[in-house]
Every structure is written in structure tokens, then in C-alpha cells.
């Protein structure tokens, strides 16, 4: 005769045994307020459209509020998912794992005109850039790859409707996942 086998809660688990998300977040209210943070980033990215070819400075600042908040994105859904893989029963978490998803959509359409501005910056102007602004260096490679896929990239209208479809994309994966995850049973 064969024993049901079940999942502890846990609480039961030991301590080293368990992910420390304190690392990343020691609060639940830490994590709300880097989300704030990333919101304004949001926001601020979204006005340097139109504006990433009029100088070396405001590109490489642009460059650096997004990579501030692509790492924050991270962080905070670092958290949020091993928040909600301790047990997927708690809504609450799983609450905060829809909330950084959609921020991450609004982030991408917030900078979908990146690519396509960046495409609009010419091989020689970028060399000025270079030189007006060394900090630039820092991003070389990542807008030389861009610069090398200017036949293969979509228009501003385009990047802004497949930035929009990300979510909606991810959707039927999240479904299939909380339905089969939270009502697990073992024989």
C-alpha cells in the first residue's frame, strides 16, 4: 500500500532549505516602494522620445535610466516570483507578479521607440557621440548590434504594437500555470 505524498507548507521547511528573498527584499513594502521607483523611471524614459539622436549626453543618459530600470525590473521580479513559488495559494503574491508583469509591458512601450530612433542615428554620428562623450563606450556593443539588425527591425508603430501584445502573449502560459500548480495533488 502506497503512502499519499504531500507538499509541506513552509513552515515546516528548514530555513536553509528555503530561498532568502530578504536578499533581494526585506518587506513586502521594500519591494512597493522600488515599484514606485520603476514607475517614475518608467515615466522618465518615456520623455526622452524624439530626443535620443539630438546629443551624446541625453543618449547616454537615456542609456543609463534604462539600464537602472532593467535591473530594477529584475530585482523586482525576482522577488515577486519566488514570493509566489513558495506557495501559490496566496493571492497576494500572485497579485504582485501581475502588477511588475504589466509594468514590464508598460516599460517596453514606454521605450519602444529606442530601437527605431537609435536606427535614425547615423555610423558617424555615433562616432561623434563616442568621442563627445566617452561614458558612451560603455554602451558600444549593445548599439552596434542595433546599428547591424537596421534592415531586420520594425518601424515606431510596429515595435509599439508588439511591446503592447506582451502580455496578452503571456497570459494563457499564466493561466495554465496557476490552475495547474495550485491544486496539485500527489498520489
Given at each position: 500500500?502506497?503512502?499519499?505524498?504531500?507538499?509541506?507548507?513552509?513552515?515546516?521547511?528548514?530555513?536553509?532549505?528555503t530561498?532568502?528573498?530578504?536578499?533581494?527584499?526585506?518587506?513586502?513594502?521594500?519591494?512597493?516602494?522600488?515599484?514606485?521607483?520603476?514607475?517614475?523611471?518608467?515615466?522618465?524614459?518615456?520623455?526622452?522620445e524624439?530626443?535620443?539622436?539630438?546629443?551624446?549626453?541625453?543618449?547616454?543618459?537615456?542609456?543609463?535610466?534604462?539600464?537602472?530600470a532593467?535591473?530594477?525590473?529584475?530585482?523586482?521580479?525576482?522577488?515577486?516570483?519566488?514570493?509566489?513559488?513558495?506557495?501559490?495559494?496566496?493571492?497576494?503574491?500572485?497579485?504582485?507578479?501581475?502588477?511588475?508583469?504589466?509594468?514590464?509591458?508598460?516599460?517596453?512601450?514606454?521605450?519602444?521607440?529606442?530601437?527605431?530612433?537609435?536606427?535614425?542615428?547615423?555610423?558617424?554620428?555615433?562616432?561623434?557621440?563616442?568621442?563627445?562623450?566617452?561614458?558612451?563606450?560603455?554602451?558600444?556593443?549593445?548599439?552596434?548590434?542595433?546599428?547591424?539588425?537596421?534592415a531586420?527591425?520594425?518601424?515606431?508603430?510596429?515595435?509599439?504594437?508588439?511591446?503592447?501584445?506582451?502580455?496578452?502573449?503571456?497570459?494563457?502560459?499564466d493561466?495554465?500555470?496557476?490552475?495547474?500548480?495550485?491544486?496539485?495533488?500527489?498520489?
Amino acid at each position: 500500500m502506497s503512502q499519499q505524498k504531500t507538499i509541506p507548507e513552509r513552515s515546516a521547511i528548514p530555513q536553509h532549505d528555503t530561498w532568502n528573498t530578504a536578499d533581494l527584499y526585506p518587506t513586502d513594502q521594500a519591494w512597493q516602494e522600488d515599484f514606485v521607483r520603476l514607475q517614475g523611471l518608467t515615466q522618465q524614459l518615456a520623455e526622452y522620445e524624439g530626443r535620443l539622436g539630438g546629443s551624446a549626453t541625453i543618449l547616454y543618459d537615456f542609456l543609463t535610466l534604462e539600464q537602472e530600470a532593467g535591473e530594477l525590473l529584475v530585482q523586482l521580479m525576482d522577488y515577486a516570483q519566488r514570493r509566489s513559488d513558495e506557495d501559490t495559494r496566496v493571492p497576494e503574491y500572485q497579485a504582485m507578479v501581475g502588477r511588475i508583469t504589466t509594468q514590464y509591458v508598460e516599460l517596453s512601450q514606454a521605450t519602444a521607440f529606442e530601437v527605431p530612433e537609435l536606427l535614425r542615428i547615423s555610423d558617424q554620428t555615433l562616432d561623434e557621440f563616442y568621442r563627445l562623450e566617452p561614458r558612451l563606450e560603455l554602451f558600444r556593443r549593445y548599439l552596434h548590434n542595433i546599428q547591424r539588425r537596421r534592415a531586420h527591425t520594425l518601424s515606431d508603430c510596429e515595435e509599439r504594437l508588439l511591446a503592447a501584445a506582451g502580455e496578452l502573449a503571456q497570459s494563457p502560459d499564466d493561466i495554465f500555470s496557476k490552475l495547474s500548480d495550485a491544486d496539485l495533488t500527489f498520489p
